[in-house]
């Protein structure tokens, strides 16, 4: 089949789009709390409103999907993840946001599940892995760029700032004191053009393998009786959980343990969590043809809970500030590791599954609120400790996970 660039690249957009709203909370959440006086746990609502919507849309998006195809349901995702940056940019109230939120993550979760099909036929099956790497770089190169993005517009538009036009003009649509807010009309417009740039795009049909398709709710309910199918969830929940647990209040316990900006440090340490994330996703991918997979993830998840427990605990602030960041590039084989060893665990019926592990972005949600809980109870530092709690788990997982198809290494036998 004659692969398809235009559609190629703009799924490759929509993976940076994705990624450019959704992984920009980390660095908000310390102004939002300040500004609009909320408590560590009511913040943490912010990343669960957000991720409940992520986790509870994956299974329904894929039957939207294969019942209306790939173009209406990203049009739709669009039209949703418009109005509701556009509502909070121009009515920036607390729970205004929340709402916004949760439909900003309900259009992520149906374009995640509509784009991964529509590249494997635009690009070619026979590309498809390497299209998937590159699609990942894109998403990874956004959560880099959009923390960057917030600090400029806060610094430009703050008092002695000298904003371009552009910036200037989307400032004068939010309160002089709430700069931040700015990012969210700057996502509208993004929304708008993708919307735009889909509604006119021509898209080349698409013919769901068996292992992509969602599958009906009786399939789904007897997937969920099966001890495996349970064990691998909770591990894409434990991952979530941790990559949202840590990168959502990085910004948070940087000024009040150490006395960073929130749109200084805190951001250029949020957008580096995501960018050594992305970078070692790349190393992930040469190890993974060195060393079995559930190894690779032992070591990682290790090295995760010491560098954590190092930023926690260490009085040096710069050596907290990296040692967050190290956290992300640790982090970075956990979800396609977990994901493949699910995957691999069980005979038929891949597609439900898929979606069942997708929902397990829930995480997302839950580890950030129990995080500000334990932190309104106690302290910031004693909450982000329910990290090591999800880390556990993933330690766990690889020593009991026992795939049918383990990852082949240069060493097996037609390793190549």
């Given at each position: 089949?004659?692969r ?14 994705i990624?450019?709203?959704?992984n ?34 994956s299974i ?30 121009l ?13 900003i ?14 590249l ?23 959560s ?46 993004i929304?708008?053009v993708?919307m735009l ?14 292992d ?12 969920l ?27 948070e316990f ?59 605990y ?24 977990v994901?493949?060893?699910?995957m ?10 898929s ?6 972005i ?24 329910f ?13 009991w ?16």
């Open positions: 089949m004659k398809n660039y235009y559609m190629v690249l703009l799924v490759f957009i929509v993976f940076f789009a990624s450019f709203l959704t920009i909370l980390g660095a908000i959440i310390p102004e939002a709390k300040e500004d609009f006086n909320v408590s560590n746990t009511m913040a943490a609502f912010l990343p669960l409103f957000f991720f409940i919507a992520y986790g509870v849309m329904p998006a894929g039957i939207l999907t294969e019942r209306y195809k790939e173009k209406k349901v990203m049009i739709f995702a669009f039209v949703s993840a418009f109005f509701a940056a556009l509502s909070f940019g009515f920036p109230k607390f729970g205004i946001m929340l709402g916004s939120l949760f439909f993550g309900a259009g992520m979760a149906i374009l995640q599940v509509a784009i991964n099909p529509l494997r036929v635009a690009g070619g099956e026979e590309h498809f892995a390497f299209n998937s790497v590159l699609a990942q770089l894109f998403f990874g190169g956004a880099f760029l959009s923390p960057m993005l917030y600090s400029y517009i806060v610094l430009e538009l703050s008092a002695g700032g000298k904003p371009d036009i552009f910036i200037k003009t989307l400032g004068s649509f939010v309160p002089f004191e709430l700069p931040w807010v700015t990012i969210y009309l700057i996502f509208a417009l929304s708008l993708m740039l889909i509604f006119f795009s021509k898209f080349p049909k698409v013919e769901l393998k068996e992509e398709k969602t599958g009906n709710w009786s399939t789904i309910a007897s997937l009786k099966n001890k495996t199918v349970v064990l691998f969830f909770l591990g894409i929940f434990c991952y979530v959980g941790t990559e949202q647990g840590v990168a959502n209040w990085i910004s940087l000024k009040n343990y150490h006395g960073m900006r929130p749109e200084v440090e805190g951001a250029q340490a949020v957008q580096w969590f995501w960018g050594l994330l992305t970078i070692g996703c790349l190393l992930g991918l040469g190890l993974l043809k060195l060393f079995d997979s559930k190894i690779i993830l032992r070591i990682f998840v290790i090295a995760a809970m010491f560098s954590l427990g190092t930023a926690l260490t009085a040096n602030p710069q050596l907290s500030f990296y040692a967050f960041i190290g956290v992300g590039f640790f982090a970075s084989v956990m979800w396609s590791i994901f493949s060893l699910g691999n665990s069980i005979a038929e019926h891949h597609g439900s599954f979606g069942i592990l997708c929902s397990g829930m995480g997302g949600a839950i580890t950030p609120l129990i995080v500000g809980s334990l932190a309104d109870i106690f302290s910031l530092r004693t909450g982000m400790l990290n090591f709690v999800t880390l556990a788990y993933l330690l766990s997982l690889s020593f996970a026992n795939p049918l198809i383990k990852n082949k290494t240069i060493f097996d036998k037609n390793g190549l």
